[in-house]
């Protein structure tokens, strides 16, 4: 029979004149609920919910959407990469000045294009693409044709339809194009679409879809695209001259004049040239005002060299999404589950915010803390390289003053009667587990422990401090969530106490605050399903995400003190003693025995398992008793289970040769079964009884 012993429990100092200890968050929301009544309780959730919409909707709601666009043009251009000129792409244009010079503006001179690109032809450009779309007769087309059928470099036409771009061509100016394409179609030279994605107002963010009848998109056609990014629609990375900032114009890519390049040349002459093409992308296009001119992210803010707010030209928005594929910086979205998540905790963060109760101090650190993270989260995000295009940021602001204001009229509504209520447990933190026990008792509120015969848990994750290195921080704290969760449940299904985490390892007990007949058997099983539930998690993992060890778990019984510790600033449920340590050091020892589970000879004779192997007399380390060790082994008959029994008894005993006898015929059976190969080898070590001490 246990007999318990009190200690005694420690003096509340007292608090500050005039000044009252806080009530625990939890403990509020609790009351707050049972006490504001169904139909305001309703129209409070109702409340919520509306708020977790918009949290999460707000890129589709009239009015909200365009400041969600300015927050994010504003992460864009502030986190957009800063680079030097990019040396693998070249832009050719028509400028105002070429259109002055040919006295011809449109369409295009075209013997100055085919001019070009014969001297282009002769550069070794890696490919080049023609943003410009013959969708009208000129005189000298014949002389382009020709020029463009004779391309041995990778030559691709503008192409755009009436169905995609309305407002931009007619139907017999899509028949001229297509009939203009058809006539010059060769090995080299193929048509492109040159399609753009404009949101409502007016600015390209993201890339466009690719319709099936649509030829591939410039970018997609001029260079490679992995299969996975081939219809890629995230947002277009846009990039910034990396001397801007010090009043330096150095573009981010070269824009020279088509007049360059159409002037005839030499060999010698072109060789001089061809540096500013070999090896390049180039991209055709006009650079005219008023013409072709697009807005971006970048033009909501002043431009650092002119000041201006600067609109971008279609050519130079296709050579930003051609240095995007070629860096293959493809951004990705939050899932949709992420975003729900992330606008139900900002939500919830606003609605406990309503109900700290903390100095004044403190409340304006939590309230400018999470003001702080609406502002720095989306841009540390889009430096991350995450497609923020859909990041409800403003939404979350609405939808966090929604909940505080919701939460926070629900709890003005509280009496006087429920706000003196709650301060009877002022500053106390009590772990879920014993809840409903103080409910019940609240003298258990005082700091006290007291001596339970108590069952022990340890277990511990092989490898995880290796993952943690090897991947990135995120998947670190997704994994080590979703593994604690499932050994958690584990733990609770089977009536334990949890009495805290130590990085992956679980500690639990059975035993305390409520001991149950069965508390041996429940523990045992719950020994036995934690490492199960490790295995299968290890096995569960997503393809590319290094391996985990095994999940090792130690079991023990003994005395042990239980209670409140702590102080006045937190408590802590715990217990506190040997029979702790020695769980502890059992768990280690799995690692040398090779075994998964150990359960010390004390705890398996109250376990009420009959599928338990001994491993042997060990000596822990660290400590100096000897300790009976056994394993489960549901894997094996019972006689198998019973010819290992028998040859740790023979070691007991000393009987030498039916040691001998049993570990020849069972090193034979379980050649293959590390942990009894082991214990053969650690009863040949030791003499009679006597125990293998541990390194």
Known sequence: MTTTETILPATDPAAPDGQQAAVPLRKRVRRLVMQLGPSRMAATMLFLLVAV????????MPLVDAAERALYDARATLMAPHVEQDKRITLVTYNDETLFNTGIRSPLDRTLLANALGNLDQMGAKAIGIDIAFDSPRPDDDVLKAQLRAMKTPTWLAYAEQASNPNTIFY????????????????????TSVLFRNDDDDVIRNWPHRPKNLPPLMAN???????????????????????????????????IPIDTFAMPMDADMRAGFSELVKGRYVLIGGDIIDNDQFNTPLSRFPDAITGQHETMIGLEVHAHMLAQQLDKAWSHPLPGPVLWALAALVVLAGGLTSLIDLRARWVAVAFFGQMAFFVAFPFWLQGRGVDTTTLPTFGWAIGWLFGYAAVGTAARTVGSRQRAFAQSALGKYLPADVAAQIMRDPDQLSLHGERRNIFCVFTDLEGFTKLSHATTPETVARLLNEYLDRLSDIVLQHGGTIDKFVGDAIVAFWGAPLSRPDDGPRAAAAAIALYQAGEKFRTDLAEGVPPLGMTRVGLHVGDAIVGNFGGEGRIQYTALGDSMNTASRLEAANKELKTGVLISAEAAARSGRDDLVPMGRVTLRGRAQPVDVFTPRPDLVPERRARIAALVAAHVAGDKNARVTGATALAGEFAQDASIMFLIERLEETEKGESYVLS
């Open 53 to 60: 919409l918009i949290a999460r909707f707000s890129w589709q």
């Open 172 to 191: 017999e100016q899509q028949k001229f194009l297509e009939a203009f394409i058809a006539d010059v179609t060769t090995d080299k030279t193929k048509p």
């Open 221 to 255: 056609a001029l260079a490679p695209v992995d299969p996975a990014h081939a219809n890629f629609q995230g947002n277009i990375r846009f990039l910034v001259p990396a001397r801007a900032a010090k009043g330096q114009e150095e573009p981010v890519f070269a824009n």
